[in-house]
């Protein structure tokens, strides 16, 4: 596992600082000069919602579902808001390939240890880990099957068919639903799963903002379908979580 003091170093002889946010970078430099991961926007935008509580039954579920007592992976763990749920009453790693969200996830759980690293080369060491927790992240079943111990657990959350369905109506003139979830994982037995739904009530243009900016929708929708959200103040919007569990085979 990732030792985080002063600096890091490897078999190879390379050497890896931690930052003074409190995250070490694992990432080479991008050649192409984009940025890795979530921007400044929508780390920013996804911080001002969750800090909310809008999510905050999802992230008791995720909870309930882990368990206590146990080394965990959050892999893609972004800003942290989950992570500090889990980091109470576990150990906690966190990776993800954005620095911007590394940057609020290492000062809102300063027991968690945060690497920059990609899910397809996971900077642990075989079978280190109880729990791998994916929560809107990329997939990796490979490299979360190695890091796992014989009796690990992945646990994974996914957006249903009606996930924030009413945001997509009040943008887009056909607005559609999520596809079916595929449920099957390389290497993993499915042995549970769980539904999440509940609708919120946002009463302010700016948490309909944070919603939609922190989504993917937002950088794939045009300037003119962006602004059709700038005059509405209140939305029920429906929230729709699948919690899944795997075991090694």
């Known amino acids: ?113 945060f690497a920059v690293a990609s899910v397809g080369q996971i900077p642990l060491a075989d079978g280190s880990v109880d729990a791998v927790l994916n929560i809107f992240a990329p997939d990796s079943p490979t490299e979360f099957c190695r890091v796992l111990n014989a009796d690990g657990r992945l646990i994974t959350v996914q957006p249903m068919e009606n996930h924030l369905f009413e945001l997509k109506a009040a943008i887009y003139d056909n607005p559609y639903k999520n596809p079916p979830l595929e449920l099957q994982k390389t290497g993993f037995t499915l042995c549970a799963t769980k539904e999440v739904k509940y609708k919120i009530a946002l009463e302010s243009n700016e948490d309909i903002l944070s919603l939609f900016k922190m989504t993917p929708y937002y950088y794939k929708t045009s300037k003119s379908d962006q602004q059709k959200l700038n005059d509405i103040n209140s939305l029920a919007v429906s929230l729709e979580f699948l919690i899944t569990e795997y075991t090694k085979k």
């Open 1 to 113: 596992m990732f030792d985080l003091g002063t600096t890091l170093r490897c078999m190879l002889g390379h050497s890896f600082d931690k930052s003074k946010e409190g995250y070490v970078n694992l990432l080479l430099k991008n050649a192409s000069g984009k940025r890795h991961g979530d921007d400044k926007l929508m780390v920013a935008a996804r911080k001002a919602f969750l800090d909310k509580g809008f999510y905050a039954t999802l992230r008791e579920r995720i909870a309930e579902a882990l368990g206590t007592d146990k080394t965990v992976l959050d892999s893609g763990c972004g800003e942290g808001y989950y992570t500090s749920r889990f980091a109470d009453n576990n150990k906690v790693l966190g990776i993800d390939i954005s620095k911007d969200a590394l940057k609020y996830a290492a000062k809102r759980c300063p027991n968690v240890d």
